[in-house]
């Protein structure tokens, strides 16, 4: 299911010229925005588009309202893009502020979630039909993130969404690291006492798949 | 974490991470940029909101508090020499009367105690994720 990825030290540079590559074009259109050059917003959008729809995606489960929710957070950044300041980087503000339009979205049209207890559990795999039951048994556990309570559910959201990179999602979240280890411990827990027996189940992922995506 | 250990530069890891790790990816529809694009340029057409008048607001709005001020100053300084000649006396009311509105002080007290007791363990099993 899950190829191994390249040497993380091979790819280590090509990513950061990318990175460095994304964040100078952010500045530089962002630069242009306030500058009165509205179009230079495509710019912005054409490059985080993806990154924000998916982190949407992962907040909801549904595909549309991702959709709409990534679309608000643009417009948000985009009537607020003086109030970034440049210590950090153009993702993380965006990120954060994104989090921010996705959480008060859902408080105040919250997803018809089951409580964790009554999230379905799959049953036991069929030999004859190995990835359907695979795929069964990941959507139950995705589904299971979004029955957590609010606290534990952003936590996983984002340290998933930022490839398993703590102080990436607690950059996003806005609180300490500790905070967000606390709480992504306290939700671990939660999903593994559902699907105890998922934890007998292995898989190798390539140490650069782990680092792949942190933030320039 | 849920990873089980490291063997030639990968790490293994245990099936809930594996499985929130590996979710592929989403595109954004055909759609989406054009539709975020047009919204913006709506926004950026559109006439810049009217600020509040604050300039004309606040001069009126601290002459009506001196206003305001001045009338309370003069009353308390003209109240307190016949507030002086006041006196309290507690109402004559018989015992009769008297006994069942404290036992209805003691219930709304009890009622009182146990709803705060109540919202307390809510908010603690709610933050230990019970509920």
């Not at chain 1, 190995?130 to 996983?156: F, G």
């Not at chain 2, 300084?77 to 015992?95: D, F, K, T, Y």
């Amino acid at each position: 299911m899950i190829a191994p990825l390249k040497d993380a030290s091979a790819s280590a540079p090509v990513l950061s010229s990318v990175n460095q590559g994304r964040a100078d074009a952010d500045l530089a259109d962002v630069t242009r925005v306030l500058a009165g050059d509205v179009e230079a917003f495509e710019g912005i959008v054409r490059r985080w588009e993806g990154p924000l729809v998916n982190m949407a995606w992962r907040y909801c489960r549904d595909r549309g309202r991702a959709e709409e929710m990534a679309q608000e957070a643009f417009i948000r950044a985009w009537r607020n893009l003086g109030s970034w300041r440049r210590e950090s980087s153009f993702s993380t503000w965006l990120f954060a502020l994104a989090a921010n339009v996705f959480r008060s979205d859902l408080k105040r049209f919250p997803t018809v979630n089951v409580p964790i207890e009554d999230a379905p559990e799959p049953a036991a795999p069929a030999t004859q039909h190995r990835e359907l039951a695979a795929q069964s048994i990941a959507d139950s556990v995705r589904r299971a993130v979004l029955a957590l309570p609010p606290r534990y559910r952003e936590p996983v959201v984002l340290f998933y969404f930022h490839e398993m990179d703590i102080p990436a999602a607690a950059r996003t979240m806005g609180v300490p690291d500790g905070t967000l280890k606390a709480r992504l411990s306290r939700a671990r827990a939660l999903l593994r006492r559902r699907f105890p027996h998922l934890e007998t189940a292995h898989a190798e992922i390539g140490v650069g798949d782990l680092d792949r995506g942190k933030e320039a | 974490m849920n990873r089980t250990g490291r063997d030639d530069g990968k790490i293994k890891l245990a099936g809930i991470d594996r499985i929130l790790a590996t979710e592929g990816p989403l595109i954004a529809t055909s759609g989406f940029l054009a539709s975020v694009m047009e919204r913006v340029r709506e926004e950026a057409s559109a006439p810049q909101p009217i600020p509040f008048p604050w300039k004309r607001v606040v001069p009126g709005m601290l002459f009506v508090a001196g206003v305001f001020g001045w009338g309370a100053f003069k009353l308390i300084r003209q109240g307190l020499p016949e507030m002086g000649s006041i006196s309290l006396a507690p109402p004559n009311l018989p015992a009769a009367a008297i006994q069942p509105v404290e036992q209805a002080g003691w219930v709304a007290l009890a009622l009182g105690i146990s709803l705060l007791s109540w919202l307390l363990s809510r908010r603690l099993a709610g933050r230990s994720g019970l509920l």
